[in-house]
């Protein structure tokens, strides 16, 4: 059977501390102008209370929204989130499971899996689900391995997509830029700037160079710590996030060690809004998972 990707109990965490991240900042900060979209959005803020909290500056507050500016959000944009039709490679996931073994396009699993129907209904800000249709057969019922099967990959789909979205959110919906420097400890360098903020044992940090691109974003909580490094490319609406590698540290392991996924992502325009296209996901020593998207609907913030 197929390890599934999202069942790893370290990725698990990891998901489980970016919703923390998440909930300090929605119980933290004020209301925005344009919050943030997101159920794991990096907007965390310090306790008043802490020695690390620094107030607002007039300086600090320009540099923000000057880095605010050069990135496309999505709630700016006003996308509330998308539908689509969503086609896993099922032939790259077999055989990446089963290493060298060829895996024929007329394989059995395979022409059983394209025959479900599926279709992503994301959510910007959270609450995203996964429809999974299996047409039945009365001519050629399922035995019980079919069934197992099946049961497992709408599972590792349904998981893997979601773990997609929590972690891909924050770089384009705007929130990997704060609204605010309050409670901000802004580092200044020749390279250019750090950004920390820490909450309830969650601490952030954010490493931008001089163009104000973001290199760098860390969660650290407790003995879990999570490295993203993403990668943009420059656009009409904005620089649009096309890959990133996220680093799980789990206390148990090394450093060299580190659980790692990484993630590319190719975009299309769907009523005027950079909506996947097609995302190739890999678990490193784990499995990977490719999924092309079409037929999409991109919903509008109501207004």
């Given amino acids: 059977m197929l390890k ?19 909930a300090s900042a929605q119980a933290q900060n004020p209301p925005a102008p344009q919050p943030s979209a ?53 032939r790259a996931l077999f055989a990446r499971a089963n290493k060298s073994i060829v ?47 099946l049961d497992s990959m709408h599972q590792a789909t349904e998981q893997t997509l979601e773990g997609f979205l929590q972690f891909w959110t924050p770089f384009i919906d705007g929130s990997v830029v704060p609204a605010s420097s309050e409670g901000l400890r802004i580092e200044t360098s020749s390279k250019g700037y750090t950004f920390h903020a820490e909450d309830k044992g969650t601490k952030l940090t954010e490493v931008f160079d001089n163009s104000l691109t973001l290199e760098e974003f860390d969660v650290a909580m407790g003995t879990m710590a999570i490295q993203f490094t993403p990668s943009y490319k420059a656009t009409d609406q ?33 009523d005027g809004f950079p909506v ?10 784990t499995g990977i998972f490719n999924f092309d998207f079409d037929g999409c609907r991109a919903n509008r913030t109501s207004k």
């Avoid at 599934?4 to 998440?22: K, N, Q, V």
């Avoid at 059995?108 to 689900?129: D, E, F, N, Q």
């Fill in 4 to 22: 599934l990707l999202f069942r790893s109990p370290l990725l698990d965490a990891a998901l489980f501390a970016l919703c923390l991240a998440a």
């Fill in 38 to 90: 997101t159920a794991s959005g990096p907007q965390a803020r310090p306790n008043p209370s802490t020695p690390a909290t620094n107030p607002a500056t007039k300086e600090n507050d320009e540099l923000l929204a000057k880095a605010a500016k050069l990135y496309y959000s999505t709630a700016t944009a006003g996308l509330e989130g998308f539908d689509c039709a969503v086609h896993p490679d099922w």
């Fill in 103 to 149: 895996i024929a396009e007329d394989d059995p699993r395979i022409v059983l899996l394209k025959s479900v129907s599926i279709t992503l209904h994301a959510h910007m800000k959270g609450g995203s689900t996964l429809e999974w249709i299996q047409a039945p057969n009365p001519d050629k019922p399922l035995d019980e391995d079919s069934t197992a099967m």
């Fill in 238 to 270: 904005g620089m649009l996030v096309t890959s990133f590698t996220a680093r799980i540290q789990a206390p148990a392991k090394v450093p060299g060690q580190a659980e790692q996924m990484r993630v590319q992502v190719e975009y299309q325009a769907v």
């Fill in 276 to 285: 996947p296209a097609r995302i190739n996901m890999e678990v490193v020593d």
